[in-house]
């Protein structure tokens, strides 16, 4: 049996152990030679499966207290994983579809967070753009901009971080040609002056609808 075959074996089996006992989030978990004890194998090992957990924001060490069961940031776990140019096209199409999905989804949480301050801060972001846009696919920074306030809007860190992940993967997808470079008609085409108004004066279901019609190109592409 390979040794790293036998660290992913022992890393599993600590957390499964973990959850039969019921451990919860700040409990602090047997020592590595209680482990080594109780499941048979040799202190590198176990010592290795802790690296990786630690790695992987599992646990963590506190001094006078050992090591304790903290709660993981998923985003961080994934991010590991997330390269552009080591996914298959599926996959890569599958993750700028869930990145549509969510823009779309998290409206009522940005319609109901938004303060002055952000809504300000939206204006400030369009002002930079161009006034008569021509087309629904915006320049990227335009995206990056504007987009990325209304993560940060809705004040969920996981989203946020989420967003920030997902990123390099849509516009990777996005150049790529794994979608149709056909996009949506420009009639009833929803600019990011749109939706910084309907936020500010609107309500949840419109901003949800022009979200949806705002990333319509998008939606298109995919489609196709």
Excluded: C
Aim: glycine residues 4%.
């Amino acid at each position: 049996m390979g040794q790293n075959f036998l660290v992913d074996k022992i890393e599993k089996s600590i957390v499964e152990l973990l959850m039969s006992k019921q451990y919860k989030v700040g409990d602090i978990i047997p020592k590595e030679l209680e482990l080594v004890n109780m499941l048979g194998v040799s202190r590198t090992v176990v010592r290795e499966a802790f690296t990786r957990l630690r790695i992987k924001g599992f646990i963590e060490s506190r001094k006078k207290r050992g090591t304790i069961i903290k709660s993981p940031n998923i985003v961080s776990v994934l991010e590991h994983s997330m390269n552009p140019n080591i996914m298959g096209d599926a996959t890569l199409k599958e993750i700028f579809e869930m990145r549509l999905a969510l823009e779309v989804g998290m409206s009522d949480f940005i319609f109901k967070r938004a303060k002055a301050e952000d809504i300000a801060e939206l204006k400030k972001i369009t002002a930079k753009e161009p006034v008569d846009v021509k087309t629904d696919i915006f320049e990227i920074e335009q995206e990056i901009a504007f987009h990325g306030k209304l993560y940060e809007i809705t004040g969920n860190t996981t989203m946020k971080d989420f967003q920030k992940m997902l990123l390099p993967i849509f516009n990777y997808v996005h150049n790529s040609g794994l979608l149709s470079n056909k996009t949506s008609e420009v009639r009833n085409f929803v600019t990011h002056r749109d939706l910084v108004d309907i936020i500010e004066n609107g309500t949840p279901n419109k901003l949800r609808k022009a979200m949806r019609e705002h990333l319509n190109a998008h939606f298109v592409r995919s489609f196709r």
